[in-house]
Nanobody, 122 residues
């Protein structure tokens, strides 16, 4: 199971940090990722991190503003979001993939959290 926390309301230009804690699995076996789904939009890849934290990946829309990290001892992955924009408003999901490579295709992730709402207001 994956459980997100840390969502909420932020101002434009502000910051939020999301957390996702895993249970019932060997966390360090999984590539972890964050996706988001805005109103009326497809769910899209936001960031990914390899099992050993050596590699991360971001789309152009968030690169330089968002940072993913993980703590395998705590079974937790984080998403630090800075310089937030109204278009970052979405439900954010963490996802897990058994493997070694970060991919941006949601169909390749086996497990999903329930989602955390992030709203950015001006």
């Amino acid at each position: 199971q994956l459980a997100e926390s840390g969502g909420g309301l932020a101002q434009v230009g502000g910051s939020l940090t999301l957390s996702c804690t895993a249970s019932g699995r060997t966390f360090s076996d999984y590539v972890m990722a964050w996706f988001r789904q805005g109103p009326g939009k497809e769910r899209e890849f936001v960031s990914g991190i390899t099992r050993d934290s050596v590699s991360t990946g971001y789309p152009d829309s968030v690169r330089g503003r968002f940072a993913i990290s993980r703590d395998n001892a705590k079974n937790t992955v984080y998403l630090q979001m800075n310089s937030l924009k109204p278009e970052d408003t979405a439900v954010y999901y963490c996802a897990a993939r058994l493997g070694a490579v970060i991919v941006d295709a949601r169909a390749l992730y086996e497990s999903w959290g329930q989602g955390a709402q992030v709203t950015v207001s001006s």
